[in-house]
């Protein structure tokens, strides 16, 4: 049980363009998920969270309008790179948590890789 | 606010040896404790977590952990590793208000044979 998805895993675009990630929580109901950043040999950075049905809270930093994140169902969060560059070339891994659940179960990640 | 170190950014170790990998946190409310392992290009696995009771909790793959409050710590053991525990090792702490999680920075588990 408690297992998390994500698509596309790994994915090459041209600078400007927009990327979409998914986030899927396949045997349970995430009632929050939360997106993070790592970069290489390093921790995990959180970027935001976010409940089913309500706008993600962004952490400091983190600009909102850059990193669009949609959690329309229970089971699904979004997060949209807008308008790509080199240096949002990273590693973004997704968890998701039941409601009143303490643990975090994480996705596989995406590589993601601006040309 | 709460905070995680992990002093030891890599762990050398031949494989069927013992080890321990080291966390401390900081926090001035209750909170709970987590493990968790990432094998290269892969997203985080739970390996154990403290949420109240006994102190020695016990995980997958033959690994331990034991909560100390006094000494705010919380190490990883396992009394014989495996060349496939080779990984990145991350503590994390949430408080019991189920906010978020804080990582450590990690810590780099290297068995060799």
């Known amino acids: 049980g408690a297992v998390v998805s994500q698509h596309p895993s790994r994915v090459i675009c041209k600078s400007g363009t927009s990327v979409k990630i998914e986030c899927r929580s396949l045997d349970f109901q995430a009632t929050t998920m939360f997106w993070y950043r790592q970069f290489p040999k390093q921790s995990l950075m959180l970027m935001a969270t976010?409940?089913?049905?309500?706008?993600?809270?962004?952490e400091q930093g983190v600009e909102k309008d850059k990193f669009l994140i949609n959690h329309a169902s229970l089971t699904l969060s979004t997060l949209t790179v807008t308008s790509a560059h080199p240096e949002d070339s990273s590693f973004y891994i997704c968890?998701?948590?039941?409601?009143?659940?303490?643990?975090?179960?994480f996705g596989p990640g995406t590589r993601l890789l601006v040309l | 606010a709460q905070s995680v170190t992990q002093l030891d950014s890599q762990v050398p170790v031949f494989e069927e040896a013992p080890v321990e990998l080291r966390c401390n946190y900081s926090?001035?409310?209750?909170?709970?404790l987590f493990w968790y392992v990432q094998y290269p290009n892969q997203g985080l696995q739970l390996l154990l977590k403290?949420?109240?009771?006994?102190?020695l909790v016990k995980g997958i793959n033959g690994f331990e952990a034991e909560f100390n409050k006094s000494q705010t710590s919380f190490h990883l053991r396992k009394p014989s590793v495996h060349i496939s525990d080779t990984a990145e090792y991350f503590c994390?702490?949430?408080?019991?208000?189920?906010?978020?999680?804080?990582f450590g920075t990690g810590t780099r588990l290297l068995v060799s044979p």
């Open positions: 976010s409940n089913e049905g309500s706008k993600a809270t962004y």
């Open positions: 994390a702490v949430m408080n019991t208000g189920f906010q978020k999680l804080v």
């Open positions: 403290y949420l109240s009771g006994s102190t």
């Open positions: 926090s001035s409310v209750s909170v709970y």
């Open positions: 968890s998701a948590r039941e409601a009143l659940q303490e643990t975090q179960y």
